[in-house]
């Protein structure tokens, strides 16, 4: 169902063909321009840096999610009671068409810009730890997901939640590393960064990605392999699952009091 | 010339009243259309916090070009930029030819009805951040301040091709939002210093697409660094201008909706 509706929008798709390797370009400049051939910064080379930022832009496109937005027209627009009669939760039916319509984007988007940014490296992009890292990406997907179904339920209390919703938008990005890695971030800030589960959605899936088989990732001052970053990345799935829940039975009772 | 300004002045009062009915909402608006543009200074923040730089620019001096280009985006941007949304959805739902009736050009209707107050909290980042690096730098001479108005201007005239050549793009390709992330990732370009572009492009980046006089020429202007290749940029951005203009009415004419 949602490959064939969203077919129908491929031009949408291929603006992300010309933004993606856009920002992937403008922070390989940057790169280029700051950081000399073979100069480090935080124990990294140039080129890894670049790696990082194609990583970030190809594991965006997989983890990208509107959950929120969908969620909330449905809410205000009182189209919502209609998935309230179906067979299963709304929860589950929004996450099959985003597994839907990001496994559409994998083929339109994500190989397309992966081939370029490879070209760009003059090597294949590839992973370290490809195990870990698939995983890792696979619960980033529904961590992304979660995150932001739980902001969509907002739409049961608040009537216009645009702004808040772009403002939660931004602080994803940036706090999950997509423009700058969060070891960038000054060491007092870093606690709070990796409380908050956006690091754990992107920068945790491009730090397995990139630590070298037997390295080890830096969290908030302290050093983990990879295997222990992805369990703490299920725990704070886990966490976020459970809340969502709960929070999901009070919007459905304050749903039922508003449409009645 | 009286009688539009005073439809203006009436076009944007309209447009403060009308979001002023959910504050809250404009409120966060407001902080997030500024805190989007903020990124890339959070970026250049971070990247000199590593001990990066850019050749020759010092952090203050960066941080003044993204001054002068969020000042740009947020005089342009309330009066260019609600104009491409809403022709999109005045097409889309068919309410387009409403504005051919009256009895003004449908431009001028366009920017009269589409006055986008919440773009204005870049104006106001932009002017802190401007004061800011200039506070840093020292004051600039007269005739640093007489050559930076006019490259200034022309920073404007590009800005505001860009967005006419959105809108007139948007009526075609209609509800296709995700053209104003390919105009704010090419603009984007124009936040860092020259030196960012590899360089057999930078002459592209002054004419025929002056990216480079958005923002860098005009803060160079100030910084008293060199600004040759201005005219260039200067020539092609009224050119670009004037050639907008021209697609946009185009399209106006050639538009065929069901209303015939």
């Not at chain 1, 129908?8 to 933004?19: D, G, I, K, N, P």
């Not at chain 1, 730890?129 to 339920?153: C, D, E, H, K, R």
């Not at chain 1, 000054?186 to 990796?194: E, H, I, R, Y």
């Not at chain 2, 366009?110 to 004061?131: H, I, N, P, R, S």
Request: glycine share 10%; charged share 10%; with cysteine.
């Amino acid at each position: 169902m949602t490959w064939k509706e969203w077919a129908a929008y491929r031009t949408h798709m291929a603006v992300s063909l010309l933004t993606g390797p856009l920002r992937f370009l403008i922070m390989a400049w940057l790169w280029t321009a700051t950081l000399a051939e073979k100069g480090r910064v935080l124990d990294h080379g140039r080129e890894e840096w670049v790696a990082y930022s194609g990583l970030a832009v190809l594991i965006g496109y997989v983890l990208f999610d509107f959950a929120d937005w969908n969620l909330h027209m449905l809410v205000r627009t009182g189209r919502f009671a209609n998935y309230l009669l179906l067979p299963f939760p709304h929860l589950f039916l929004a996450f099959a068409q985003k597994l839907g319509h990001r496994s559409l984007a994998l083929l339109i988007e994500a190989v397309p810009v992966w081939a370029l940014i490879s070209w760009w490296l003059g090597h294949p992009l590839l992973p370290n730890n490809p195990l870990p890292f698939m995983l890792s990406v696979i619960q980033g997907f529904v961590l992304t997901y979660l995150i932001n179904y739980a902001v969509g339920l907002l739409g049961f209390w608040m009537t216009r939640t645009e702004g808040l919703r772009r403002c939660l938008v931004l602080l994803r990005e940036t706090l999950g590393g997509a423009y700058l890695p969060l070891a960038f971030f000054p060491l007092a800030w870093q606690p709070v960064l990796f409380l908050l589960p956006y690091a754990w959605a992107l920068y945790i899936p491009i730090s397995i990605g990139l630590a070298p088989a037997t390295g080890s990732i830096a969290i908030a001052g302290q050093e983990f392999t990879p295997w222990q970053a992805l369990a703490g990345q299920s725990l704070v799935m886990a966490v976020w699952g459970v809340g969502l829940f709960g929070l999901q039975s009070l919007a459905m009772r304050r749903f039922l009091a508003a449409g009645g | 010339m009286l009688g539009f300004l005073r439809l203006y002045a009436h076009g944007i009062r309209l447009a403060f009243l009308t979001r002023l009915a959910d504050r809250f909402d404009f409120i966060a608006s407001l902080l997030v259309m500024l805190g989007i543009e903020l990124t890339p200074t959070l970026i250049t923040v971070l990247l000199y916090g590593q001990g990066l730089s850019f050749a020759d620019w010092t952090l203050a001096q960066v941080i003044l070009v993204q001054g002068v280009f969020l000042v740009g985006k947020g005089i342009t941007f309330p009066i260019f930029a609600g104009m491409a949304w809403a022709v999109s959805e005045k097409v889309r739902e068919g309410t387009f030819e409403l504005l051919l009736l009256k009895p003004r050009h449908p431009l001028i209707l366009c920017l009269v009805t589409a006055y986008d107050a919440e773009d204005l909290g870049k104006l106001a980042g932009g002017l802190v951040l401007m004061f800011f690096a200039l506070g840093q730098t020292g004051l600039p001479a007269l005739p640093d301040i007489a050559l930076f108005l006019p490259l200034f201007f022309f920073g404007l005239v590009f800005f505001a091709a860009g967005l006419m050549l959105l809108t007139a793009l948007l009526m075609i390709w209609v509800g296709n939002f995700r053209l104003y992330e390919i105009f704010d990732t090419v603009t984007a370009l124009g936040q860092y210093p020259p030196v960012i572009w590899p360089k057999r492009i930078r002459q592209l980046a002054l004419a025929p697409f002056p990216i480079l006089g958005l923002a860098v020429l005009p803060a160079s202007a100030l910084l008293h660094k060199p600004v040759s290749g201005w005219p260039w940029a200067a020539c092609s951005a009224v050119v670009l201008f004037f050639a907008c203009l021209w697609v946009w009415n185009g399209t106006v004419k050639r538009l065929k909706t069901a209303g015939g």
